[in-house]
């Protein structure tokens, strides 16, 4: 029982333009809910996160958005450079127990 | 700074086998868990502990063991390997959950085929 979706498996856009990731959650106990970037042969590096009591968390060229109704967070990233390019995993969790989705590849093209 | 610390990067286990997956982290983390990485399913939480002598399940335990006798040390044990487990393993230590920097730190991980 996946608690934690990513519906698009792989995401192409153009350098400069902005890149949108998706994720959704069914577990309402979920209160943090954080995006880590992948590189291949290497671990998860965190990104960013945002607690249920925000909507919005920014840092730099990376914001995360909560929907709590919808149970739905997207990542944003303008503008988008070729070094963004790598699997992005969004993750959720209550308490210790930290749920990953099964990851979306951001290719950014020059 | 070592951060996390996995050996080995790769292992070829033969069905049956056993083997201890080791972690090591030297930033005082209470907090180290271990995942595996499959195709289309990211990251399942094998695995967990909230510090020294404390451990607890997570989604996919089954087949293996851990124990946490250091605040440093976290090992995985395959039982005996069967070719389920083939997968890459990443083990990630965290600070208390109310602090600022609530994000994992994770480990390179270990590639293991089991054959």
């Known amino acids: 029982d996946q608690q934690v979706k990513q519906n698009s498996p792989s995401l192409s856009v153009q350098e400069g333009r902005i890149s949108i990731l998706n994720c959704d959650y069914t577990?309402?106990?979920?209160?943090?809910f954080l995006w880590y970037k992948k590189y291949p042969a290497e671990g998860p590096t965190f990104l960013i996160s945002i607690s249920s009591i925000k909507d919005k968390n920014e840092d730099g060229r990376f914001t995360v958005f909560l929907n709590k109704s919808a149970k739905h967070l997207s990542l944003h990233i303008v503008p988008s450079q070729p070094g963004d390019s790598a699997v992005y995993f969004c993750a959720a969790s209550a308490s210790y127990d930290m749920r990953f989705g099964a990851g979306t590849r951001l290719t950014v093209k020059p | 700074n070592a951060g996390v610390t996995q050996t080995p990067k790769f292992q070829v286990l033969k069905t049956g086998q056993s083997m201890t997956l080791q972690c090591a982290q030297d930033m005082n983390h209470e907090y180290m868990s271990w995942y595996r990485q499959d195709p289309g399913m990211g990251l399942r939480l094998i695995h967990y502990s909230v510090g020294a002598g404390i451990t607890d399940q997570g989604e996919v335990p089954n087949g293996y063991n851990v124990s946490r006798s250091t605040t440093e040390d976290f090992p995985l044990r395959l039982l005996s390997a069967a070719p389920s487990q083939t997968s890459v393993y990443f083990c990630?230590?965290?600070?208390?959950?109310?602090?600022?920097?609530?994000?994992?730190?994770f480990g390179s991980g270990t590639r293991l085929t089991v054959v």
């Open positions: 577990n309402s106990m979920f209160d943090y």
């Open positions: 990630a230590s965290s600070p208390p959950r109310q602090g600022k920097n609530y994000g994992y730190t």
